[in-house]
């Protein structure tokens, strides 16, 4: 599944939370990741997230796709990440 | 078209990007709109952006797709803003 993260952290916990989403997915913006999960890397994503954050002040969004080619992309200014391999 | 723009944008700009993005998109989270456009409005908006930003050191992404019931959209912690009725 294509998957989209989106997400706005505290500063005291946004390091681990980069560094985790690292593993499984691009980092393709200040605050947006986007990657190919699997099912059941998806569920551990959301499960491993929801220990990280304070869920009483930060806010994750997660989109998903069944397939990459429903999204398009574009890109205005500064491509920050160059994610052409995977979209 | 559903439209998803995320944006990493210069503190001396990003005031004027979002009042403008607020005029056709709802605002989800800190750096995220959302929105159903026509492509008029999605090319207004783009021609906008590429004006309001400094290119060189901004960055925009711009997703989109043909129908919002392509996207699942699920939330970790806070909801910053309800889309309960564009979702």
Redesign the interface.
Known sequence: MYT?I???IGTERVTRVCHYLRRYMNW?????FEGDLSVSQSKRI?NT??EL??????????????SKH???????????ARTTNIL
Chains 1, 2 share one sequence.
């Open positions: 989209i989106v997400y706005d393709v913006q200040n605050s947006v959301q997230l929801e954050i304070d869920k009483g002040s930060d806010s994750i969004i997660i989109y998903t796709l069944q429903a999204l398009e992309r574009q890109i205005i200014g500064q491509e920050k």
